[in-house]
């Protein structure tokens, strides 16, 4: 207690890093605030309906993502999904289409090319979602529109306002990334989702006392040791490391006293961290899309499996995606030619292994083989939710037993955690573990 006192004594001191997290949570305040903000002409009163269907099935996913904003009917209701989906688009074009092959080698300018292509695809997204959520709105909360306005005449306004709102959030992203503590689109993401935790904890603990017959506190104190049990499997995966062995030249290594030693490349179990399961997920909710605004009783038996996040069919479909989503967004982070290119350049050389293309062979089999074992322990730890669903869980409390939800807020942490360290021991201040180590998603350890 005493040294973290001291820590935020410390953090204090460092005038550019308070800066940045007062900003940090001034954007978050207003992100947090916006969720809050109704619709014009919608009487909140009214949503009763609304809050209900977002109660469970795959609607409590989306309604988690949009921290609450979905089921407020809120001018942040579609959320950050929309660029999240844009973005899966343009990195697979960047891969098929030659085109943007080679605007993602153009450097910084083609990076901007690309974020700019990318802005224009989620303002399309959202000029198809926001009517889609209005339909369902109508749908399910037709009575919360203010007398005296006609459903087309709000929909054109309201449609402006929902994409507007989406990509303001997106703004708010960009801002924290520059000017906060960083990763701005994944810390708000990360504060949607921890603005659910203290109403399912609650709901969950009054469901446990008041099921007296089914275990009462005896089952949740189970519930308990199983998630903590599951955070320290998420914190090993997304902070796991393996190391491949490089002999570096003197030259590489800079100082004679190392020279000869050997070095590493740090290559991490799951390299791809948490962006293939966010990937998966937002794949998983265009089956919700395409008949939100219908009736999901008419729908096919395929489609309303889809459509219940605890269906098996739904689970091994989201694991497959996952899986499929680790290994290319591996290939595409990592380029075992550019890595060969680079540790030939500087004399470097993995011993028993011919530099260049035998070097980046080498590199590329060891990538597949830890690959592989970290996309199913990244899949199982998705599905949990589902199991958790078996011990009578409450839906809302059990995405917290994993899925997106939980390796989305440890590896957030964990990167905002290595954030802060970095500054205080840039400042010769200690870090905040004694180690003065905190490996985030990036793999590197910051010294």
Known sequence: MKKLIE??????????????????????AIYRFGSFVVLPGIN????????????????????MFSGGAFSNASIFALGIMPYISASIVMQLLAVAVPYFQKMQREGESGRKKISMYTRYLTVAIL??????????????????????????????????????????ILWLGERITDKGIGNGISLIIMIGIIARLPQAFGQELVSRFQAITAGGLVMFIVEIIILYAVVCAAIVLVQGVRKIPVQYAKRLVGNKQYGGARQYIPLKLFAANVMPIIFAQALMFIPLMIVQYS????????VRSM???????????????????????????????????????????????????????YIDTVMSRITFPGSLFIAFIAVMPAFAGLLDVKDEFSQ???????LILVGVVLDTLQQIESHLLMRHYDGLLNSGRIHGRGGVAAY
């Open 7 to 28: 820590t935020l004594k410390n953090i204090w001191k460092i005038e550019d890093l308070r800066q940045r997290i007062l900003i940090t949570l001034l954007f978050t």
């Open 400 to 406: 917290f037993f994993g899925g997106t939800s939980l």
């Open 127 to 168: 000029l198809f979602q926001a009517p889609s959520y209005l339909f369902n709105l109508k749908i399910q909360a037709g009575a919360a529109l203010a007398t005296g306005i006609s459903w087309p005449v709000f929909m054109f306004p309201a449609t402006i306002i929902l994409a507007a709102g989406s990509m303001f």
């Open 307 to 361: 459509l219940d996040h605890h269906s098996w069919t739904y689970n091994i479909i989201f694991a497959l995606l996952i899986i499929a989503f680790t290994y290319f967004y591996t290939a595409i982070t990592l380029n075992p030619t550019q890595m060969a290119e680079d540790m030939k350049r500087n004399n470097g050389f993995i011993p028993g292994v011919k530099p260049g293309k035998d070097t980046a062979e």
């Open 295 to 302: 009736n999901p009783e008419n729908a096919s038996w395929f």
């Open 44 to 63: 909140p009163a009214m949503l009763d309906q609304l809050q209900t269907q977002t109660a469970g099935g795959l609607m409590s996913l989306l309604d």
